[in-house]
T-cell receptor
Framework: DAKTTQPPSMDCAEGRAANLPCNHSTISGNEYVYWYRQIHSQGPQYIIHGLKNNETNEMASLIITEDRKSSTLILPHATLRDTAVYYCIAQNRDDKIIFGKGTRLHILP | DSGVTQTPKHLITATGQRVTLRCSPRSGDLSVYWYQQSLDQGLQFLIQYYNGEERAKGNILERFSAQQFPDLHSELNLSSLELGDSALYFC??????????????FGPGTRLTVL
């Protein structure tokens, strides 16, 4: 199983870039890295995903290392509404989806 | 709004009982996933259906079962309920199967409380 590890919590000042790391050292070559976030007890929300190249959308940027063993989600200008639990997942070949406990991001005013 | 609907929003029942949670995927999505989230825990993948067939299985208890109907809605059946089954249950859908990974769209969840 391609499991991921993330720090349990992080703080970021409002208006600054939030950089959330994820380690996925056992990821297979054809597995995508996905990021979701969960605000309070709402349903998780898709943020971004990538395979090898860096990706950017209206919400965030995803930086994947060349060896694909880790990645970083970047929220360029964090706001209080970005306070959430962020999950990094990598899908294994048996299609089981392992979310882990994620990183609880606190945005400080 | 993700387009995925779940009913009921809240459910309170007693130990030993049986309940059914319902999920309607986004229009056109063929895959449905079920997750359990206990208090302050991460999302635990339970099971996935694709176009009516079971596609992948996670840590789903034998007391739990699910199915996906021809109209693609899905139901999660929980029986012989225990206090520890109290949790948020989320459903997600995606357009196709996820052999490599595919974006999942999550519903708002059903909060189950077992007394």
């Amino acid at each position: 199983d391609a499991k991921t590890t993330q720090p349990p919590s992080m703080d970021c000042a409002e208006g600054r870039a939030a950089n959330l790391p994820c380690n996925h050292s056992t990821i297979s070559g054809n597995e995508y890295v996905y990021w979701y976030r969960q605000i309070h007890s709402q349903g998780p929300q898709y943020i971004i995903h990538g395979l090898k190249n860096n990706e950017t959308n209206e919400m965030a940027s995803l930086i994947i290392t060349e060896d694909r063993k880790s990645s970083t989600l970047i929220l360029p200008h964090a706001t209080l509404r970005d306070t959430a639990v962020y999950y990094c997942i990598a899908q294994n070949r048996d299609d089981k989806i392992i979310f882990g406990k994620g990183t609880r991001l606190h945005i400080l005013p | 709004d993700s387009g995925v609907t779940q009913t009921p929003k809240h459910l309170i029942t007693a130990t030993g009982q049986r309940v059914t949670l319902r999920c309607s995927p986004r229009s056109g999505d063929l895959s449905v996933y079920w997750y359990q989230q206990s208090l302050d825990q991460g999302l635990q993948f339970l099971i996935q259906y694709y176009n009516g067939e079971e596609r992948a299985k996670g840590n789903i208890l034998e007391r739990f079962s699910a199915q996906q109907f021809p109209d693609l809605h899905s139901e999660l059946n929980l029986s012989s309920l225990e206090l520890g089954d109290s949790a948020l249950y989320f459903c997600a859908s995606s357009p196709r199967t996820s052999s490599r990974g595919e974006t999942q769209y999550f519903g708002p969840g059903t909060r189950l409380t077992v007394l």
